[in-house]
Each structure stands twice: as structure tokens, then as C-alpha cells.
T-cell receptor
Framework: DAGVTQSPTHLIKTRGQQVTLRCSPKSGHDTVSWYQQALGQGPQFIFQYYEEEERQRGNFPDRFSGHQFPNYSSELNVNALLLGDSALYLC???????????FGQGTRLTVV | GQSLEQPSEVTAVEGAIVQINCTYQTSGFYGLSWYQQHDGGAPTFLSYNALDGLEETGRFSSFLSRSDSYGYLLLQELQMKDSASYFCAVRDEGRRDDKIIFGKGTRLHILP
């Protein structure tokens, strides 16, 4: 079992650009959540997908959007990048309503 | 909304016991989880409490008091490899299903 895999591992983008991050959940998991983690901080909840639908959303602007595919994999899109979007983006998967979330290693996004 | 409070840093000696406290405020509450994150790594699940009381898993124990909106993680027989950040996380009742919201984390330093 490969666990949760994210790509790419690192990414450098320029202000104003758009970025797409990808996540493949652990086998058997149908719920995918995305988190933003700034250095020295806890993971901040962006949104959660289940049945290809955004089910929950945190306090993030509409520049942050996502998608879930029929195979449960997911994408996070960020438009009009700001310097403040520089962070580690974590994907977590679990079985629907299960208590334990499994995290990927994250994508380190740097906006310059 | 939700808020979680935990100390930003704790220092303890190898072989000793340390307790990391967490208080939370949330509109809907299913349970409290604890996650460990080493530098450069992904958060990994340690424990989950849905009911009041103590849950023990090896050297780690976690406690919950729902009436006090309070929990703690207890680490015994500390080892150098326990140096990491520890996050409490509430499993919060959302609009249609749950979501997992993290605290800012407690950095545990272990002295030899």
C-alpha cells in the first residue's frame, strides 16, 4: 500500500500565477482533505471532498478550489498566487467519517 | 467556529514523563485526536478520544473531559525520537459530515 501520495514535492511559482497540486489517497479511502501549513504552525483546514463534492470548507478565499475524481484522487488549485500562499500543502485521506486521517508528505510551495 | 489552545513549547528530560494540554471550543464535537509531526515529515495519528477518560497506547496515553472541553496527551519514558511537534485536533460536526481541525501544535524538546 503506497499510502497517501502527493505531487509535486516542491514547487516554485511567481506571484499572480496559478498552481495545481495533486493527491492520491490511501487505498480504500474515499474522503480527501487539504490543509495549508505555515512554518511552525498547525495544519489549517482548506476543504474536504467526498463523492466528488466539496463537503466542508475552511476560511480560505475562492482563489482556492479543488476537485475530486471518480477514483477518489484530488486536486487543489490556487489562482492569483500571493507571497503569503507560500506554505506546505498537505493532503489527508480517510474512510468517510472515520476518526483517523492519513497524511501525504506534502507539497512545499514557494511563491516569489 | 473552532479554536484549540495548546502550549507552543514544552521541554522535558529523556526518560521522564510529559503532559501536553489542549483546550478547545467548537460548535459540534465528535472527539479529540492527537497527531505527531517530525521536522520535514507528515503528521501521523497517535490517538483518538470520543468519550471521557483515558486511552492508553504503549508509552502514549490520551485523556478527554468533554464537560471541561479539555484533553491531554501523556508521553512516558521519553526517548530522543519523541522530539517532534504534537497537535491536538477536534473532529468537528460540520454541515453534512465531519471535519478535522488542528491546533497550532506543541513543540516538544527532549534533553539528554
Amino acid at each position: 500500500d503506497a499510502g497517501v501520495t502527493q505531487s509535486p514535492t516542491h514547487l516554485i511559482k511567481t506571484r499572480g500565477q496559478q498552481v495545481t497540486l495533486r493527491c492520491s489517497p490511501k487505498s480504500g479511502h474515499d474522503t480527501v482533505s487539504w490543509y495549508q501549513q505555515a512554518l511552525g504552525q498547525g495544519p489549517q483546514f482548506i476543504f474536504q471532498y467526498y463523492e466528488e463534492e466539496e463537503r466542508q470548507r475552511g476560511n480560505f478565499p475562492d482563489r482556492f478550489s479543488g476537485h475530486q475524481f471518480p477514483n477518489y484522487s484530488s486536486e487543489l488549485n490556487v489562482n492569483a498566487l500571493l507571497l503569503g500562499d507560500s506554505a506546505l500543502y498537505l493532503c489527508a485521506s480517510r474512510e468517510y467519517m472515520n476518526t483517523e486521517a492519513f497524511f501525504g508528505q506534502g507539497t512545499r510551495l514557494t511563491v516569489v | 467556529g473552532q479554536s484549540l489552545e495548546q502550549p507552543s513549547e514544552v521541554t522535558a528530560v529523556e526518560g521522564a514523563i510529559v503532559q501536553i494540554n489542549c483546550t478547545y471550543q467548537t460548535s459540534g464535537f465528535y472527539g479529540l485526536s492527537w497527531y505527531q509531526q517530525h521536522d520535514g515529515g507528515a503528521p501521523t495519528f497517535l490517538s483518538y478520544n470520543a468519550l471521557d477518560g483515558l486511552e492508553e497506547t504503549g508509552r502514549f496515553s490520551s485523556f478527554l473531559s468533554r464537560s471541561d472541553s479539555y484533553g491531554y496527551l501523556l508521553l512516558q519514558e521519553l526517548q530522543m525520537k519523541d522530539s517532534a511537534s504534537y497537535f491536538c485536533a477536534v473532529r468537528d460536526e460540520g454541515r453534512r459530515d465531519d471535519k478535522i481541525i488542528f491546533g497550532k501544535g506543541t513543540r516538544l524538546h527532549i534533553l539528554p
